[in-house]
């Protein structure tokens, strides 16, 4: 079975590699089945997490055979916007390899610390080529797939939930039990590797479902029906137990209009309106699927009915909310001072703060407090790091607001993708900052990546979309003339 499964993602790999524009697809393909396929090998081995990343790896060097550019200094305006702060971005990643190496000894440690922190980049870069030479519908058509295959491994949740016994369900290792609501509650994942992992695409199927729905053509009944569907993957993503997939999916929507309301409409008080509307609507959905909307009880002492399973699950992600203030102190701002005390001001490395990284002295440093974020931040680059990277992170926002002043004065549909990529991966980032485990996944780096490309790359998309259709009206109007034109003159040189 092992020997199977290589082969088949060697061939993705060269497919990839002799096409690399079929890479950013079959990456996805890869992503989404490796976490059923390793359940399948005897001893789970962990090495199946790199399969997309080989896939994609394979779909970058024959991008970069094929002459395409591949540095980000490539993409218009990355100079302007990035060139200095992420130059000393890599710099400081380069030297804190040397600093994990030099501390700990472990290659697969300063490994997999390297691959964390630089692989977006790589997928930043070749999304972008990939956007400005396939425009708008080709986006599209990767975001169906996505959501396709995304939806198809989600579905694992329910079966697992009803019950079903299959080997290909399952988180791999013991699984996580939830101890809440006055219950226990089992944390499903389906088909992916873990709920933490499950939870993650749910809210990003939800959110690129969203920008198939209205990126086109924004009226008020296809509002609803994609309203309806990321309801129902809702509801869905509530049985893996991770309730920050509620607050991201709040987080898009609101950041979503309040984007278009401020760069569409032009309409500044309406676009702060929405985000307090986004907050208020978020305290309505706490009271509807709460027991008791009136007075909220408890969870502690909240006991179960019989036959009211799915209750608990719902219950308890009305709490998030409630619970995110604390939660951001306790995951993203408290474990700074513990991890300076511990590891002094300039971190322990990259790759320190990997959960799946065996080291005794790394475990000392108790890896817990890198749970969030900033944490992780300051744990693997120091407090040099967590400055630089807040000053990278401006500058990128600086960046892509540029970005979007553009393309919304030349093609609205393509604004509206940009502003949907930019309210996820915003949403994406909220959710970082109190829980990083998932964001040492290869697969979801680089999907962070593709979108991040994506959008830098949409006033190229945008102005290329213009002039193309530009041209075609100005031959329709050059044929129109042709025709209207008497005989004699329509065929110039071309006598008997």
Known sequence: MTEILLMLVAFAALLAFTNWRWGLSLFLVAGLLQDPARKLV??????FVLLAGAVF???WLGAGLSRVRLGPSAMEGWRRYMGTPFALFVALVLLQAFHSYARFGSVQMTGIGLMVWLAPVFAVVLAYQFAVRR????????????????????SGVYLQYEGVEWPVLGEVGKGLTIYDVGTVLKAYSGFFR???????HTATAAALLFILFTGRRLNFLRLLAALALIGVLVALGILTGRRKMLVEVVIFLSLYFFLVAWFQRGAHRLAVGLAVVGLAGWFAVVGFVDPDPGERPDTANYQLAPGERYKGYAVRGSTVF???PERFSQLGVRPIAFIVERAGWMGAGVGSASQGVASDEAAALNRGAAEGGLGKITLELGVPGLLLVL????SLARYVRAALAVTVQLSRPH????????????AKVASFSVAAQAYSDIFILLLLGSFTGFVLA????????????????????ALLARQAAPAGLRLPGRMA
């Open 42 to 47: 005897p001893g789970q081995p962990v090495y």
């Open 194 to 200: 873990s709920s933490e992992i499950a939870a993650w």
């Open 135 to 154: 425009g708008l519908p080709a986006l599209r058509r990767w975001m169906k797939l996505y959501v396709v295959l995304a939806l198809l491994a989600l």
């Open 391 to 394: 000053w990278l992170f401006w």
């Open 458 to 477: 949409m006033p190229v998309m945008a102005r290329k979309a213009l002039a193309a259709r530009e041209a075609a009206q100005a031959e329709r109007a």
């Open 415 to 426: 604004a509206r993708v940009a502003f949907a990529l930019v309210a996820l991966l915003a």
């Open 57 to 59: 790896g394979a779909a």
């Open 322 to 324: 409630q619970d995110a």
